[in-house]
């Protein structure tokens, strides 16, 4: 494997349990306004900016109905989840791959769709902020995944190639964005299939039965992060 010198780490799903915890917003929300909530849709949206979602949610429901009055109850609803829960959740061997880096002279970046305040706020919560070197957010003026800007912005900082990064990724859209970026990716799908789905009154107009295909898309493939350091841990 050629030399790598950067790790990136998107957040929501990747990093923390966030995942998990804004479906539950989804079909909180999704009840209140009756539109039709399931786990395709989530994956189709997640990744994305603020904005993209809330374009792409008149996309898939129509732009006749009043979906920016459901995103703004579903990020409503969010923010009260994670207010009771006072955790974001660390997911399984986030800590052991962050010290992986760190052991071995990687620069760490953490290149998240979500707005700057809350990744600071997020890592700052679970207590690994000192891990990261270089953050980029979704209010950086970056185009939203799976375009690659966001993950060419944290080569930049770096000043490190795409050529020697790893990319860490939960979402089709951020493996794509891994993808057109040049940039070798490493999948670990956020699985939420074990919670409800909500058949509302107002239904998806798009087939997104294809959503979870994403395995020919990435480079490597692991069940958690823990599994990610011990292979790299022996081919680094």
């Known amino acids: 494997m050629e030399e790598i010198e950067l790790f990136i780490f998107d957040m929501d799903g990747l990093l923390f349990e966030t ?3 804004s479906y539950q917003a989804y079909l909180e929300s999704g009840k209140i306004h009756d539109y ?3 786990h395709a849709l989530y994956y189709y949206l ?3 900016t603020e904005a993209d979602i809330r374009k792409s949610m ?5 732009a006749e ?3 920016e009055a459901w995103r703004t109850t579903m990020n409503d609803e969010k923010e009260k989840i994670y207010a009771r829960e006072q955790s974001v959740h660390k997911k399984k061997g986030v800590e052991e791959i962050l010290d992986f880096a760190k052991t ?11 707005y700057r305040k809350k990744i600071k706020k997020y890592i700052r919560l679970e207590g690994i902020e ?5 953050i980029v957010s979704g209010d950086e003026g970056c185009r939203g995944k799976p375009h690659p800007d966001i993950f060419l912005k944290a080569c930049e900082k770096a000043d490190i190639s795409p050529e020697q990064t790893i990319v860490f990724e939960d979402s089709k859209a951020g493996v794509e964005a891994a993808k057109r970026a ?8 956020d699985d939420i299939t074990d919670l409800p789905i909500y058949l509302g009154k107002h239904r998806i107009k798009k087939d997104l039965s294809h959503i979870k295909e994403v395995s020919a898309f990435a480079d490597f493939q692991f069940e958690n992060l823990l599994e990610a350091r011990d292979f790299f841990q022996k081919n680094m």
Do not use: C, H
Not at 58 to 62: A, C, N, R
Not at 104 to 114: D, F, P, Q, T, Y
Not at 182 to 189: K, M, P
């Open 46 to 48: 997640t990744g994305r």
């Open 104 to 114: 071995r002279g990687l620069k760490i970046a953490v290149a998240s769709s979500n």
């Open 182 to 189: 040049g940039i070798r990716s490493v999948l670990i799908e």
């Open 19 to 21: 995942g998990r915890l």
């Open 36 to 38: 039709e909530v399931t």
């Open 130 to 134: 000192a891990y990261f070197d270089i």
């Open 65 to 67: 109905l009043p979906t």
């Open 58 to 62: 008149q996309v898939l429901f129509g």
